[in-house]
C-alpha cells in the first residue's frame, strides 16, 4: 500500500491564482481530512469527509473548497490564493473499525507559498 | 472539544526513559487519549491510544491517570529518532461527534541528547 500520497510536494502561487491540492489513498478508509500548519504551529483541521459525497468544514476552512466523489480521493481547492494560506497543508484517511475511528495516516504534506 | 495541556519543551539524554505529561482536566468519559508525533519535515504519525487502562506498543506506552485526568506518554529508551513534535490530543469515541477529527494543540517539542 503507498497509503496517503499528496500531490504535488511543493508548490508557489501568486495571490489571485488557484490550485487543487490532491491528497489519495489506498487503504479503502472512509474518513479524509484536511489539514494546514503554519511555521511552528500546531495543525488545524479545515476540512474533513466521512464517506464519498459527504463533506463538512473544520476549524479553519474560509477560501478552500473540498469535494469526495470517489473513496479514494479528496482534493483541496483554493480559490484565489492570499497570502496567508501560506502554509503547509496535510492530508490524512482513517479507518473505522468496530464503530471506533482510532488511528489516522498522515500524507507527506503539500508546501504552498503565495507570493 | 476538551482541551489538552502539554510543556512547550523537554530533554532527554539518549537510551534514557522519557515521560511525556498531558493534562486534560475536562476530559468527558467517552473521550479517547491519542497520541501522535511529528518528526522534522514530515506529516504526524500515530503513537499510541488509550481510554482507561494503560497501553502499551512497540513505540511508546501511555499511562493514564485513574480519574483520567492526565496522561503521560513513556518512551522506554529515547533515541535521536524520537526527537519530535508530541502532541497529545482527545478525540470523541462515540456518537455524532465520533468523526475522527483531530484538533491538535502546540505540543511538546523533546530534545534528545547523545
Known amino acids: 500500500n503507498a497509503g496517503v500520497t499528496q500531490t504535488p510536494k511543493f508548490r508557489i502561487l501568486k495571490i489571485g491564482q488557484s490550485m487543487t491540492l490532491q491528497c489519495t489513498q489506498d487503504?479503502?478508509?472512509?474518513?479524509m481530512y484536511w489539514y494546514r500548519q503554519d511555521p511552528g504551529m500546531g495543525l488545524k483541521l479545515i476540512y474533513y469527509s466521512v464517506g464519498a459525497g459527504i463533506t463538512d468544514k473544520g476549524e479553519v476552512p474560509n477560501g478552500y473548497n473540498v469535494s469526495r466523489s470517489t473513496t479514494e480521493d479528496f482534493p483541496l481547492r483554493l480559490e484565489l490564493a492570499a497570502p496567508s494560506q501560506t502554509s503547509v497543508y496535510f492530508c490524512?484517511?482513517?479507518?473505522?473499525?468496530?464503530?471506533?475511528?482510532?488511528?489516522?495516516?498522515f500524507g507527506q504534506g503539500t508546501r504552498l507559498t503565495v507570493v | 472539544d476538551a482541551k489538552t495541556t502539554q510543556p512547550n519543551s523537554m530533554e532527554s539524554n539518549e537510551e534514557e526513559p522519557v515521560h511525556l505529561p498531558c493534562n486534560h482536566s475536562t476530559i468527558s468519559g467517552t473521550d479517547y487519549i491519542h497520541w501522535y508525533r511529528q518528526l522534522p519535515s514530515q506529516g504526524p504519525e500515530y503513537v499510541i491510544h488509550?481510554?482507561?487502562s494503560n497501553v502499551n506498543n512497540r513505540m511508546a506506552s501511555l499511562a493514564i491517570a485513574e480519574d483520567r485526568k492526565s496522561s503521560t506518554l513513556i518512551l522506554h529508551r529515547a533515541t535521536l529518532r524520537d526527537a519530535a513534535v508530541y502532541y497529545c490530543?482527545?478525540?470523541?469515541?462515540?456518537?455524532?461527534?465520533?468523526?475522527?477529527?483531530?484538533?491538535f494543540g502546540q505540543g511538546t517539542t523533546l530534545q534528545v541528547k547523545p
Open positions: 488509550g481510554l482507561t
Open positions: 490530543i482527545l478525540s470523541p469515541t462515540f456518537g455524532s461527534s465520533n468523526t475522527g477529527k483531530l484538533i
Open positions: 487503504m479503502n478508509h472512509n474518513y
Open positions: 490524512a484517511s482513517s479507518p473505522r473499525t468496530g464503530g471506533l475511528i482510532t488511528e489516522a495516516f
